[in-house]
């Protein structure tokens, strides 16, 4: 568990601390207070929906967290914001996602039993329902590359690939623990990838730009955020405030995923289509 914990920290958390940076690239008139202000609204009223409705902001994460890890997936696809791009990178999420907590589910149901809040959503952990939707959306994936290869927007081999990449990680998520599996998608495939994807951004719009430069601009709210969630892993092992682990961890990870998909979809949209063009 401390080595995920590490992982997490060093690596997952690095890939959405320069969200400012790539916004202030894309736009002429950028305004810091404006980001700031639209950035911190979102998580503070992502903040309300939890305290208020812990159900549908739980669905609502699950739902974000797929189109979001689809959204890194396919960033490089032609028209990467039309229709059929978009329910592509939902469905390729919620195979992901569904597969992930099929696997695993009652190490999901014994976390979520864990938290007095969450106890009332465990309904939506049930096998019948995650197999529904794994199989709808597995289902919907494949015609949706099938579609995007007779579009020829991808050819045989990266049609195969995509097939061979989600078998892989579905396995992984079968054999391995829920955290240790998480871990593994979530830093190696999901953060290094969008972490390559924001240095080859920055890489042409920075003069001189290094390695080293892009560790200086990821370390400010990378060393901030990770203090922060060293005193928040801390405080949960301290059992200090009458809130469970596994509540206070996903306000916490949705409250940052939601204006950082917001952020990656403006970037992706920048990024590949100057790419396209040249």
């Given at each position: 568990m401390n080595?995920?914990?590490?992982?997490?920290?060093f690596l997952g958390i690095p890939h959405g601390a320069i969200d400012h940076?790539?916004?202030?690239?894309?736009?002429?008139?950028?305004?810091?207070?404006?980001?700031n202000t639209i950035y911190l609204g979102l998580m503070a009223v992502y903040l309300v929906f939890w305290i208020l409705f812990p159900t549908p902001s739980l669905i609502a994460f699950l739902i974000l967290s797929s189109y979001h890890f689809g959204q890194s997936q396919f960033s490089d696809l032609p028209n990467s914001t039309d229709a059929s791009h978009n329910f592509l990178a939902l469905s390729w999420g919620m195979v992901l996602l569904s597969g992930l907590v099929l696997f695993n589910l009652s190490e999901?149901?014994?976390?979520?039993?864990?938290?007095?809040?969450?106890?009332?959503?465990?309904?939506?952990?049930?096998?019948?329902?995650f197999l529904l939707i794994f199989v709808l959306s597995l289902s919907l994936t494949v015609l949706l590359l099938l579609f995007h290869l007779k579009k020829k927007r991808i050819g045989v081999k990266r049609l195969f690939t995509e097939v061979f990449i989600l078998s892989l990680l579905l396995a992984i998520f079968y054999f391995l623990p829920l955290l240790i599996?998480?871990?593994?998608?979530?830093t190696i495939w999901h953060s290094c990838r969008v972490l390559y994807e924001e240095y080859e951004f920055l890489a042409q719009k920075i003069a001189d730009f290094s390695f080293q430069k892009f560790i200086k601009l990821l370390f400010p709210y990378s060393a901030i955020s990770i203090c922060f969630s060293i005193v928040g892993i801390m405080v949960l092992r301290s059992d200090v405030i009458g809130i469970s682990n596994i509540l206070l961890i996903l306000i916490f990870l949705s409250i940052l995923t939601l204006p950082h998909t917001f952020v990656i979809y403006l970037f992706y949209k920048s990024f590949y289509k100057k790419e396209e063009l040249t």
């Open positions: 080595l995920s914990i590490i992982c997490i920290l940076i790539l916004y202030e690239k894309q736009e002429k008139r950028f305004s810091t207070l404006r980001f999901v149901v014994q976390l979520f039993e864990e938290s007095e809040t969450l106890a009332s959503s465990s309904f939506i952990f049930q096998h019948d329902v599996a998480f871990t593994i998608y979530f």
